[in-house]
Structures are given as C-alpha cells and as structure tokens.
C-alpha cells in the first residue's frame, strides 16, 4: 500500500498544470488506465488499476475534506486542496493563507497530529520556513509547512492521509 500511496502523492503536483488542456484525456498502461477531466469543478482524475480505483480532485474550489482529527486552521483561507482516495485510504494536500504566526500554526497542527496518533519524527526550523511531520501507526503520511512573509500572511501546506478498511 505504501508504494502505491507514494505513486499517487507523486501525481497530485501534476494535476493543476492538466487544467489547460480543455478536453479530458485517457491514458494505458502496464499498471493500469487513468483519466483527467478538467471541466467543472478544478481537474479531476481517475485511475483503474489491478488493486481497484484511486481516484484525485484538485483545485482551489474542490471541497475540503481532511482525514479525521484534521481541520483547516482558523481564520486560514485555502488556496489550493487536493484530495485523494484509494482502496483502502484517503488524504488531502491543502494550502492555505493565515494571519497567523508560523508558530502558532505549527503548535494547532502538532497538536492535531498528536491526537490522531501521529509520531512525529521530523521537527525542522529554516530561515525560511517552519515544517513538521511524522506517519501514523498505520503509515499515513503527515507533513506541516509553514512559510511567513513579510508583508501579507503565512502560506502553510497540509498534507495528511488516513487508511481505513
């Protein structure tokens, strides 16, 4: 299942460049078949492989819908959301805009993620940024990024998956 969540992670940057493209495409391959559409609400995309249906919708418009324990951060406007599922798992990639300090973001999300079992094993401080992030017990990826400006709000990304049966 690992590989396989790693495969679709990968994919989600793609997915907001195919927005341009005005007609859905489809794609065959050894592992499987996948379509995007772009028309309606941000770039949709499905793959059919052998271990069943994963399926991708990304776009600043796309519904939030984070694994449980999880929440946008208050007052924070999403700029971006991409969320996923896969037999046997789900998870959103979320970006957001906060009048808030890195700081404070990273202590709400450390506290989310503790409480959902998260053991977080990467606590790192940049210049440039904050980050924070771990796996649960069943291997669900967490990530926190939280990078301030100096003239407008923190721009912070979420990613975070849960596996379910």
Known sequence: MAMKRLAIVAFLPLLPACGSDPA???????????????AGEGVSARMETADGTATMRSGADVPVDLPDGFTVYPGAQVTANTVFEEPGSKGALLTMEADAAPEAMI???????????????????????????????????????????????????????????
């Open 24 to 38: 859905p495409g489809v794609q065959g391959g050894e592992s499987g078949t996948y379509a995007v559409d772009t």
């Open 107 to 165: 202590a709400f999300y450390r506290r989310q993620a503790e409480g959902a079992g998260v053991d977080l094993t990467l606590d790192m401080t940049t210049d440039s940024m904050r980050m924070i992030g771990g796996k649960a017990s069943d291997g669900s990826p967490f990530s926190f990024t939280a990078t301030p400006s100096a003239d407008g709000p923190t721009t912070a990304q979420l990613m975070v998956g849960e596996a379910f049966d």
